[in-house]
């Protein structure tokens, strides 16, 4: 039986049924929802809220401050991993690592990790060993722009 969630009328302030105006990115696991988007009861922040698959919100997390280390710029993915809620941020190249109660632990830029330039990160599917990160950048002879996959484990 199929009907309507709880996020509807994202773009109708009059209509709006749940806090975001724009979704960037959705994820699902066994037993959650994660869905990132501009959270209009968070001052437009982009955020990251999760819900249990019948559509509760449990928890939100992602800081309002843009210039905090646990903010987002665009979120383009989102995997559940044993240490935590991986997110990739497509605007600040990073991965960033929450609790799975959504509390920060830390980031890493993508350039020094991946061995890229300045990528724009735009995907992330879990695997059994870890996830794989989707990127695109310019070759360095700038002929074409290239699209890499990397797996990446170790949490």
């Not at 749940?18 to 037993?31: E, K, L, T, W």
């Not at 809620?85 to 600040?92: E, R």
């Not at 990073?94 to 609790?99: H, I, P, W, Y």
């Not at 330039?117 to 870890?130: A, C, H, I, K, Q």
Request: with cysteine; aromatic share 10%.
């Amino acid at each position: 039986k199929a009907g309507p969630w709880v996020l509807s009328g994202l773009s109708d302030a009059g209509k709006r049924q749940g806090r975001f105006s724009m979704i960037s990115c959705v994820a699902i696991s066994d037993s959650r929802i994660y869905v990132a988007g501009t959270d209009t009861q968070n001052g437009d922040a982009q955020r990251v809220a999760v819900y249990d698959l019948s559509g509760n919100e449990l928890f939100t997390f992602g800081n309002k401050d843009w210039m905090k280390d646990d903010a987002f710029g665009s979120v383009t993915g989102i995997a559940e991993t044993k240490s935590g809620i991986l997110v990739l941020d497509g605007n600040y190249r990073a991965l960033k690592l929450f609790s799975h109660e959504g509390e920060f632990l830390w980031s890493l830029d993508s350039d020094p990790l991946l061995g890229t330039d300045y990528p724009w990160l735009f995907s992330l599917v879990p695997t059994e060993n870890g996830v794989l990160v989707a990127a695109a950048q310019e070759r360095r002879d700038e002929s074409s722009d290239e699209l890499l996959v990397f797996e990446v484990t170790g949490f």
